[in-house]
């Protein structure tokens, strides 16, 4: 299971943050009963060059940081160009139209939302007349597992704060809930807490190769997975906000589409509406059909019919086993469409 790591009240935030405060404070206290240190000890030169290189990394991306306030919480976002469009995940910005950013150096601005793409979810809101530092975007097809990631973002209300870890994985169709199933993710164990949601995923040299947007959980405990997080990857940030930023609106989406309304129906999934000239209209599916299978993969219910269409493309002709209302089991070969623009 997974949750979005999305933004926290500034109450709770600043309890933790008190809370921290004082765990730094008893173990300084500690520390003062300690044994005598003992000599220095000189560590090795590519130790040494490695941890000047994460110093490096760290300044050159965190400028670039920005901490996203509206009334109900707290969340980061990534400087996207020099006209002061700021790229963030939709969960952190639902709701509002006007935010408060504050940048590393605590600068603080007023901004409002250019436009969003809730199936990605991606969103970018606009800072006007202000100097601010766009980060690099690297390729994310480029990156590998083992490579090094930096989180960078405002997790728990604490500014500015990086966590270190490697990209651990890539995953297809990964659901976020509420019906949203994202078709591409990085997996990290740099530790996502809430947050960090539209923060940077940053490699050894600063750039942003991806958004940090869920942490798994744990069923059994309830909490948080520790070390399994997921960042959406650069490139289809960079590809969805600029269309944002270009278009007001995503007019491509690489959305696999069938053109129908569903609903789970306890033994399946049920076509609620048809959409015309859809998809599922001109392969001659109706409403009332149960679906049963997409691509040869079964889906009892809307949450799995979304992480498959996630992992199909526009223009391939799949087939779709439907069950009619009279009983009967057939094969519908249906030819998917790109899921309508926001």
Known sequence: MFFPAKRYTRLLALVLSAGLTGSVVAGSSQATRSHPSSATVVAPAEGVALQAA???AVRAVSPSVVQIEDKTGLGSGIVFDA?????????VVSGATSFTVTTSTGRRYRARLVGAFPPDDVAVIRVSDAKLVPATFADSTAVDVGDLAMAVG??????????????????????EGNGVTLPSMIQTSAAINPGNSG??????????????????EDPEIGGSAPGIGFALPSNLVKDIAGQIVTYGKVVDSHRAYLGMEVGDAGDGIVVDSVTAGGPAAKAGMQVGDL???????????TALLSQVLAGLKPGRTVPVVVETQTGSRKTVPVTLGTFPAS
């Open 83 to 91: 006209r002061g469009d700021i790229v963030t995940n939709n969960h």
């Open 154 to 175: 405002n997790p728990l209300g604490l500014q500015s704060s990086v966590t270190l870890g490697i990209v651990s994985a890539f995953r297809q169709a990964v659901p």
């Open 199 to 216: 923060g940077a995923l940053a490699d050894i040299q600063g750039r942003v190769i991806g958004i940090p947007t869920l942490a798994a």
């Open 54 to 56: 994460f110093v490096r």
């Open 291 to 301: 679906i049963v299978s997409v691509d040869g993969r079964a889906t009892p219910s």
